[in-house]
């Protein structure tokens, strides 16, 4: 995250509670009142601090929001990144894709803050560089590991598919938070999608060659 965002880091354990209090209190508010109801005097109460003591570490809401989504986001980034060296080999590729979609679903179930957040992220134009900078790291990765297993596609092409790929993820994710009662059903039609794209990049999955 930016120093930019946050004014004091705690370096006591007093101080360290209350960024966790802040923290807590803002999401909660934001799952309850949305961002119209999303103000720095708002968060003091409901974290039971003064807002002199909130400015102190942040100075706005919006780098509250900020630290919030990065927070939210930092589980789901660290489980792909530890499974994307799999994609690179695995010759199971549809178990890979159920497990990957199925996981990314459970947690974001599980973030009842991660949807409100991303909207919030989207609503505000100086916060909108939150999502597109973590995006565009898992779409970079993303089409590294492409071009390891499709090494005789243009590495344009991989460059696109990643991007996509993370995009209408994403979209999807956001649409079965917004509606749980659909989240299912939203995850059986993201595995469709997702397996449909790979199955085109396989048809011309060749070994580069030797030299």
Request: contains cysteine.
């Amino acid at each position: 995250m930016p120093d930019s965002f946050r004014r004091a880091m705690p370096v006591q354990q007093r101080s360290a509670v209350t960024v966790e209090a802040i923290l807590s209190a803002s999401a909660g508010l934001l799952v309850r009142e949305g961002l119209p109801g999303f103000n720095t005097n708002a968060v003091a109460k409901a974290a039971g601090i003064n807002v002199a003591t909130l400015y102190h570490y942040f100075p706005n809401k919006n780098a509250i929001l900020r630290e919030l989504f990065d927070r939210d986001e930092r589980e789901r980034i660290d489980y792909i990144g530890a499974q994307l060296e799999d994609l690179a080999t695995t010759d199971v590729l549809g178990e890979w894709i159920h497990e990957m979609v199925s996981a990314l679903m459970r947690m974001r179930r599980s973030q009842p803050a991660g949807v409100a957040l991303r909207r919030a992220c989207r609503a505000v134009p100086e916060l909108m560089e939150a999502e597109e900078i973590i995006n565009a790291a898992v779409a970079a990765r993303l089409a590294a590991v492409l071009r390891r297993r499709y090494p005789a596609r243009p590495a344009e092409r991989e460059t696109i598919a990643a991007r996509a790929l993370v995009e209408v993820t994403a979209t999807l994710l956001d649409l079965a938070g917004d509606q749980p009662a659909f989240a299912g059903a939203m995850a059986a039609e993201l595995e469709a999608m997702v397996r449909g794209y790979f199955k085109e990049l396989e048809t011309i999955r060749t070994p580069v060659s030797e030299a």
